[in-house]
């Protein structure tokens, strides 16, 4: 057998590690971990929005949410007067949500394991689409059935100030910018922490212009 095998392939790619940032007790940013498939990952929001359009929902307290949002997966989050709650059919057309994209899936599943969440099989994915000036206030995630499975976020456009604070409301908070490729891991100890964006900045990106698009995959149902 020849032992030089590994050693005589110049073409082979260079395992390359990227840090992991920790900044919660179970919780990590993968910087840049959702750049490889960026070209792929806009290419189906495209195609979700087409026929599930992003609108501006309201909460019951009968505010306009300033991001707006759509959802694909078998379960979407929705707010109206009548409350916060997922469902699988979009109230806008009255159809299911899109199906959730492979890309989508298999990027939800392997940030999960990488943060050392295993089994992870997201059920919904609510899309978030900020321009400059829309803000997300801060709050708790808790309409999905089972706290114990993560959330995983995705982050491209442009650059937010994430705010991530504690159990509760009045805990301190830090500041986090999330850029474009940026993914994100919550779980355990740290699923109920309140968390929120900052108003967006202008600015803009080159693919995806003045705008930030979020993405976050849960366990809804
Ligand atoms: C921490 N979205 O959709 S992603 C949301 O950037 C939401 O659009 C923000 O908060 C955004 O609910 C922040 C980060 C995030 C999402 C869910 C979490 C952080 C979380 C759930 C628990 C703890
Ligand atoms: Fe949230």
């Known amino acids: 057998m020849n032992l030089d095998l590994f050693e005589q392939q110049p073409e082979a790619q260079a395992v390359e590690e990227k840090p992991i940032e920790i900044i919660g007790e179970q919780s990590v940013v993968l910087r840049q971990f959702a750049s490889p498939m960026q070209h792929e990952l806009i290419a189906a929001i495209d195609q979700i929005v087409a026929q599930a359009p992003f609108r ?103 650059t937010a100030n994430f705010l991530f604070g504690g159990v509760n409301r009045q805990d301190k908070t830090q500041k986090i910018l999330l850029q474009h490729g940026d993914v994100v891991v919550w779980g355990g100890v740290d699923r109920l922490r309140y968390h929120g964006i900052l108003p967006l900045k202008a600015a803009s990106h080159p693919l995806l212009g003045e705008r930030r698009i979020n993405f976050t995959f849960r366990r809804a149902g």
């Open 56 to 158: 501006q929902m309201i909460t019951p307290g009968g505010y306009v949410m300033s991001a707006a949002m759509t959802n694909c997966g078998s379960l979407g989050w929705i707010t109206d007067q009548k409350g916060y709650r997922y469902q699988p059919l979009d109230p806008s057309t009255g159809k299911p949500w899109p199906a959730m994209p492979a890309v989508f899936e298999t990027l939800a599943i392997q940030a999960a394991a990488l943060a050392g969440f295993d089994h992870f099989k997201p059920d919904a994915c609510l899309i978030n689409e900020y321009v400059v000036g829309a803000k997300m206030s801060l709050h708790q995630d808790k309409n999905e059935r089972d706290m114990s499975q993560p959330v995983v976020s995705v982050s491209l456009g442009i």
